[in-house]
């Protein structure tokens, strides 16, 4: 069963804007990550964040995290026409190593 | 660099016929995935395995078997593949140990998938 649901399913900016992407689960999670997809790839890891955080920060990525709510928010910023491509969020159950994803974001920028 | 290496890019099989789609990671990682990928349902988990010769359920197991005969190598296989196994199949490995309790070390590093069609 999918444990993630993201919001929006696709996004649509203009270059140089932010672009926010929402994630929610079900259950307890011992980290959540978000990855990056190409078209027609595989998988990148982009950032994790335990539990017992609230906050990350990698380069132009930010990631929030609530536990109370199960929800976290990747935000791009200042975004480029590279990061066009889908964003996922995966949450690993507590207790052990599964690793499940939401549906995925689709984010497409504008030059 | 670790690398998830998946034997085919794109397969096509006949309804009935038996499909292997064999991945290979060159970095000693305990752990590895299948997933399957569909539009709008995202990543879904059809096994893992956390050792050699140990396999687990994932989310969406029936129809398919799983082989780990050697610690870098995780094979899926189709007994008779269907038409709703159309899909792509993504191989991962990581490296977090059973019981290991640094949550750090569980990041997924993908291959660049099998797009399999089931004619």
């Known amino acids: 069963s999918q444990q993630g649901e993201e919001d929006p399913q696709a996004l649509s900016i203009q270059e140089g804007e932010n672009a926010t992407m929402n994630c929610s689960y079900k259950?307890?999670?011992?980290?959540l990550q978000w990855y990056r997809q190409n078209s027609g790839r595989g998988l990148v890891h982009l950032i994790l964040i335990r539990s017992n955080e609230r906050e990350k920060h990698s380069g132009r990525l930010r990631v929030t995290l609530d536990t109370s709510k199960k929800s976290s928010s990747l935000l791009i910023t200042a975004s480029r026409a590279a990061d066009t491509a889908s964003y996922f969020c995966?949450?690993?159950?507590?207790?052990?190593?599964?690793?499940?994803f939401g549906a995925g974001t689709r984010l497409f920028v504008k030059a | 660099d670790v690398k998830v290496t998946q034997s085919s890019r794109y397969l096509v099989k006949r309804t009935g016929e038996k499909v292997f789609l064999e991945c290979v990671q060159d970095?000693?990682?305990?752990?590895m995935f299948w997933y399957r990928q569909d539009p709008g349902l995202g990543l879904r988990l059809i096994y893992f395995?956390?050792?050699?010769?140990?396999?687990e359920k994932g989310d969406i197991p029936e129809g398919y078997s799983v082989s780990r005969e050697k610690k870098e190598r995780f094979s899926l296989i189709l007994e008779s593949a269907s038409t709703n196994q159309t899909s792509m199949y993504l191989c991962?490995?990581?490296?977090?140990?059973?019981?290991?309790?640094?949550?750090?070390?569980?990041?997924?590093?993908f291959g660049a998938g099998s797009r399999l069609t089931v004619l």
């Open positions: 995966a949450m690993v159950n507590t207790g052990g190593f599964k690793t499940i």
């Open positions: 991962a490995s990581s490296l977090w140990a059973r019981g290991q309790r640094d949550s750090g070390a569980n990041v997924l590093t």
């Open positions: 395995s956390y050792d050699v010769k140990m396999k």
């Open positions: 970095m000693d990682h305990e752990n």
């Open positions: 259950t307890s999670i011992n980290n």
